[in-house]
């Protein structure tokens, strides 16, 4: 069986609308009106255990609501959901025990108590047994290094000092399934590294299946097999990264360092020059010629150093949003 399987989800939110001024105010008591936003439209995929999969799109493209779909926090407007054999909706106790949701911009952990009371609060929730709690929660402190933290206030806790927190709330009761929306956001380079090195961890640790949205396209590419491209509810992609990066890429770039001075001229046929900054030239060609440009490169001029590279990546995600 699969981890998880959604067939056809719709998700439309019912948001209600009111006229401005007092006498929009007035009009909407009377007559409530209603506007539907389509947020998440026919979607299907499938998951399996163990796999770590990144959800990547822009604003509003229907990730948190998906994710919301997938954890039983929202009510799908049709289609069907299996999370380990569960419909998420009906929050059996089974389910939810197996189950975590980490939101970048919300937090689960109580606001004016230090951490460590939130931590004791899920031991009783989720019925963990207290040999395993102390286990997992020593285990978890000291990867993420919060010995010092965990008794102090939230409120006065840093940002990424609180999110680590929130990634411990979480994890306490060993979930088979991680949904992560932005786990990252806000945290320093160093930080998001090894946010990114301990969820890849807990995933080959437990065989735990972890669903990631980010806006870093470093942790989805750093972190994720597979990637799950949406946009205004949408699939537009699921596959692997370099998929992708071929589907939507026509280019490679080429840099190279001559070792004589050469004439812009003579790259012209090449491909286009992005940067000419002797001896560092960087030229854009067609995928598919690549590689015979490079060996006229060679054969034609002194080249020190050569690089063939594939486009930036947020580039590459632009460009297929662009095209959605
Ligand atoms: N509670 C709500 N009521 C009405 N509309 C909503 C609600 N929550 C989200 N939406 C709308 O649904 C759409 C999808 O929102 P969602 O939060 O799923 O996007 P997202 O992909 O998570 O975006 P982001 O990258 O900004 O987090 C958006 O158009 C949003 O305005
Ligand atoms: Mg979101």
């Excluded at 936003?37 to 229907?62: H, R, Y």
């Excluded at 590294?193 to 890849?200: A, H, I, T, W, Y």
């Excluded at 070792?259 to 067609?286: Q, S």
């Amino acid at each position: 069986m699969s981890a998880i399987t959604v067939n056809h989800l719709n998700k439309t939110y019912k948001s209600y609308r009111k006229d401005p001024g007092f006498f929009g105010s007035v009009r909407s008591l009377v007559k409530r009106k209603y506007e539907n936003i389509p947020a998440v439209k026919d979607i299907s995929f499938t998951i399996e255990s163990g796999e770590l999969v990144g959800f990547i799109g822009p604003n509003g493209a229907g990730k948190t609501t998906t994710l919301k779909c997938l954890s039983g926090l929202l009510f799908p407007t049709s289609g069907e959901i299996s999370v380990l054999g569960f419909k998420p909706f009906e929050r059996k106790n089974e389910f939810l025990k197996q189950i975590s949701l980490v939101m970048g911009q919300k937090n689960q952990l109580w606001w004016d108590l230090p951490p460590m009371e939130t931590f004791l609060l899920n031991k009783e929730i989720y019925q963990i047994p207290k040999n395993h709690f102390k286990k997992t929660l020593d285990e978890l402190i000291s990867i993420l290094e919060v010995e010092d933290i965990i008794n102090i206030q939230v409120r006065k806790l840093s940002l990424g000092q609180r999110m680590k927190c929130e990634l411990i709330a979480a994890l306490l009761h060993s979930p088979k399934i991680l949904f992560l929306d932005e786990p990252t956001i806000g945290l320093d380079v160093v930080m998001q590294k090894k946010l990114r090195g301990f969820v890849r961890e807990y995933n080959k640790k437990f065989n735990a299946t972890v669903i990631l949205t980010s806006h870093y396209m470093e942790d989805v590419r750093q972190l994720c097999d597979r990637i799950i491209v949406i946009d205004h509810g949408s699939i537009l992609f699921d596959g692997k990264f370099d998929e992708l990066v071929k589907k939507h890429t026509q280019q490679k770039i080429i840099s190279v360092i001559f070792e004589k001075e050469v004439l812009r001229e003579k790259l012209l046929k090449l491909g286009i020059i992005k940067d000419f900054d002797l001896p560092k030239v960087v030229l854009l060609v067609k995928r598919e010629n690549a590689n015979s440009v490079a060996e006229k490169l060679l054969k034609d001029f002194s080249v020190l150093d050569m690089n063939i590279e594939e486009p930036d990546i947020e580039d590459v995600i632009r460009n297929v949003f662009s095209k959605s």
